[in-house]
């Protein structure tokens, strides 16, 4: 799970982010993050639609290789 202040980083800086929901790298939702609680967190889409994905899924920058989340 990841750091309220990562994530506060990431928004600040609208680093593009990717959540990693399952192996298909089609699934991956990418986005900014706008905000977040205890279990989700809030993420704009490029077509600027805002979908809840949950905290326990992987986040990392969109410009770093994906990471497999079955590791």
Not at 16 to 35: H, K, P, S, W
Not at 48 to 67: F, H, M, N, T
Request: glycine share 2%.
């Amino acid at each position: 799970m990841m750091t309220d202040e990562e994530l506060d980083a990431w928004r600040i800086a609208g680093t593009t982010v990717r959540i990693v929901r399952d192996a298909l790298e089609e699934n991956d939702v990418i986005g900014l993050v706008v905000a977040w609680d205890d279990k989700d967190v809030l993420i704009r889409k490029p077509n600027r639609r805002v979908v809840k994905v949950s905290r326990s899924y992987r986040i990392q920058p969109a410009d770093e290789p994906r990471l497999d989340p079955l590791a």
